[in-house]
């Protein structure tokens, strides 16, 4: 048993062999998340001759470990996303992931993704009255932009979330919740179904460019006119320098004991996926077989930190159900890619390689959209096709350090917000 529930619960089953010989494609995909995997099931379906290997399974990184809310548009509210990119930038960005979870519905669709997919929108909660106002100006930007987005009261927000803990929601009716390991390898069945040569178990070990990509695994060589480095937050190559480096948070989710159907459909009735506006936020939904999943930031793979963030996840759970017994059990952590300024990044890395990385915490859609831009740039070559500006570096400083901070800040917050 993984302590990954999605990974125990997955209804989606596919696996790949291994690459042990030398092989030519047009072009080489690193990583089996959802940029590498719809970027490489929309050039296939070009034409392209296609290969994706992946160091472990399909899923293995964040794509695989989220929390399934599949939301439109950034983190940052489309107003701050202009100003950092401008005007034209900013607002072909906010349009092409502004609509990026009908992608998503769209791909579930067509290829009959089993990802326990309900589009019935998320909810944004304000943890205090004075964050009311943060989730109001949001409100604000994404009307005027005619998205169905409503600042909802305390009164009907309890109702939606069967707790009165919270001041307010944002609802965003555009967006909704998946099985998110289901969704990756529905994805990865998808590509396969358009020609794409896909290899588990594949680390790309020494990536070098002669006048074409060379791409080395642990047993095998990739030859290929092009290379695309989807490995977001999970960047590992052995003998590589780091190809970019980014600060990483860790998020961890807890699985419930199944519930009672009665306290089931009390809580979250409408099935909306949800998180809250704290600095350190925490995140909760429902799954198929009757349980909830709770999640927030910090890291529980060493044992010091899963005491404590697993223990303040038990009992904040308990103080926004308090009615309902609820069990949480084991969990499970992902890492995320932030950015300087929180915005993801397509890096060129030489002649016809390159990277994409730096969702900041939302990935699904926005990889789905990036991955499919990005298959198709590959056969027009035309840089209108990117809604984000090709960028020839990315460098940032002290990112470990970063890391730690970030870390520490949880388990600080988790051992003294614990009343
Ligand atoms: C805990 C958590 C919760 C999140 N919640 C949400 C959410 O609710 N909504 C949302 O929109 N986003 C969420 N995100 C963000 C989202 O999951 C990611 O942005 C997205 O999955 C990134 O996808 P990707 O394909 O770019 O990378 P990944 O899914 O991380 O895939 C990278 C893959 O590369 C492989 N790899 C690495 N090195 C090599 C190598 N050398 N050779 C071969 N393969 C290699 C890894 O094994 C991995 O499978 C969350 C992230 C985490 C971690």
């Given at each position: 048993m993984?302590r990954?529930?999605?990974r125990?619960?997955?209804?989606e089953q596919?696996?790949?062999?291994?690459?042990?010989?030398n092989?030519t494609?047009?072009l080489?995909?690193i990583?089996?998340g959802?940029?590498?995997?719809?970027?490489?099931?929309v050039?296939?379906?070009?034409?392209?001759r296609?290969?994706?290997?992946?160091?472990?399974?399909?899923?293995?990184?964040?794509?695989?470990?989220n929390?399934?809310?599949?939301?439109?548009?950034?983190?940052?509210?489309?107003?701050?996303?202009?100003?950092?990119?401008?005007?034209?930038?900013?607002?072909?960005?906010?349009?092409d992931?502004?609509t990026?979870p009908?992608?998503v519905f769209?791909?579930?669709?067509?290829?009959e993704?089993q990802?326990d997919?309900?589009?019935s929108?998320?909810?944004?909660?304000a943890?205090?009255?004075?964050s009311i106002?943060?989730?109001?100006?949001?409100?604000?930007?994404?009307q005027?932009?005619?998205a169905?987005?409503?600042l909802?009261?305390?009164?009907?927000?309890?109702?939606?979330?069967g707790?009165?803990?919270?001041?307010?929601a944002l609802?965003?009716?555009?967006?909704?919740?998946?099985?998110?390991l289901?969704y990756?390898?529905g994805l990865?069945r998808a590509?396969a179904?358009?020609?794409?040569?896909i290899?588990?178990?594949?680390?790309?070990?020494?990536i070098k460019?002669?006048?074409?990509w060379?791409?080395t695994?642990?047993?095998?060589?990739?030859?290929s006119?092009?290379?695309?480095?989807?490995?977001?937050a999970?960047?590992k190559?052995t003998?590589?320098?780091q190809?970019?480096?980014?600060s990483?948070?860790?998020?961890?989710?807890?699985?419930?004991?199944k519930l009672?159907q009665?306290n089931?459909?009390?809580?979250?009735?409408?099935?909306?996926?949800?998180?809250?506006?704290?600095?350190i936020?925490?995140s909760?939904?429902?799954?198929?077989?009757?349980?909830?999943?709770?999640?927030?930031?910090?890291?529980?793979?060493?044992?010091?930190?899963?005491?404590?963030?697993?223990?303040w996840?038990?009992?904040?759970?308990?103080?926004?159900?308090?009615?309902?017994?609820?069990?949480?059990?084991?969990?499970?952590?992902?890492r995320?890619?932030?950015?300087?300024?929180?915005?993801?990044?397509?890096?060129?890395?030489?002649i016809?390689?390159?990277?994409i990385f730096?969702y900041?915490?939302?990935?699904i859609?926005?990889?789905?959209?990036l991955g499919?831009q990005?298959?198709?740039?590959?056969?027009?070559e035309d840089?209108s096709?990117?809604?984000?500006?090709?960028t020839?570096n990315?460098?940032e400083?002290?990112?470990?350090?970063k890391?730690?901070?970030?870390?520490s800040?949880?388990?600080?917050?988790?051992?003294i917000?614990d009343?």
């Amino acid at each position: 048993m993984s302590r990954n529930h999605w990974r125990n619960a997955a209804v989606e089953q596919v696996a790949f062999p291994p690459l042990t010989d030398n092989i030519t494609v047009d072009l080489v995909v690193i990583g089996g998340g959802f940029t590498g995997l719809n970027a490489a099931r929309v050039a296939a379906r070009e034409g392209l001759r296609v290969c994706l290997i992946e160091a472990n399974t399909i899923g293995h990184g964040g794509s695989g470990r989220n929390v399934g809310l599949v939301n439109a548009g950034l983190w940052l509210p489309p107003d701050q996303i202009k100003q950092t990119l401008g005007y034209t930038r900013g607002e072909r960005l906010i349009n092409d992931l502004g609509t990026g979870p009908d992608r998503v519905f769209d791909l579930i669709k067509t290829y009959e993704i089993q990802c326990d997919a309900k589009r019935s929108g998320t909810l944004h909660l304000a943890h205090s009255s004075h964050s009311i106002s943060d989730l109001r100006a949001r409100e604000k930007q994404w009307q005027s932009r005619g998205a169905p987005v409503t600042l909802l009261d305390s009164q009907t927000t309890a109702h939606h979330v069967g707790s009165d803990m919270y001041h307010a929601a944002l609802f965003d009716a555009r967006a909704g919740v998946i099985q998110p390991l289901d969704y990756a390898r529905g994805l990865a069945r998808a590509a396969a179904e358009e020609g794409v040569q896909i290899y588990e178990k594949t680390a790309a070990i020494r990536i070098k460019r002669d006048d074409i990509w060379h791409v080395t695994t642990n047993n095998g060589q990739v030859r290929s006119s092009k290379l695309l480095i989807a490995t977001n937050a999970y960047n590992k190559f052995t003998s590589a320098t780091q190809l970019y480096d980014t600060s990483i948070v860790s998020y961890f989710q807890c699985v419930s004991q199944k519930l009672a159907q009665r306290n089931f459909d009390a809580i979250l009735p409408d099935h909306h996926g949800c998180w809250d506006t704290a600095l350190i936020m925490s995140s909760f939904r429902k799954t198929r077989d009757n349980r909830l999943v709770f999640g927030a930031m910090g890291e529980t793979d060493g044992a010091i930190g899963r005491h404590i963030h697993d223990g303040w996840a038990q009992r904040a759970i308990q103080r926004i159900f308090p009615n309902i017994k609820i069990e949480l059990s084991q969990s499970w952590s992902g890492r995320i890619a932030m950015t300087k300024n929180k915005i993801p990044e397509i890096m060129r890395l030489g002649i016809d390689g390159y990277a994409i990385f730096g969702y900041s915490g939302r990935g699904i859609a926005p990889g789905t959209v990036l991955g499919e831009q990005f298959g198709k740039y590959t056969v027009t070559e035309d840089e209108s096709d990117l809604c984000l500006k090709l960028t020839d570096n990315y460098r940032e400083t002290f990112t470990y350090l970063k890391s730690s901070y970030y870390e520490s800040g949880a388990r600080v917050f988790h051992i003294i917000n614990d009343r």
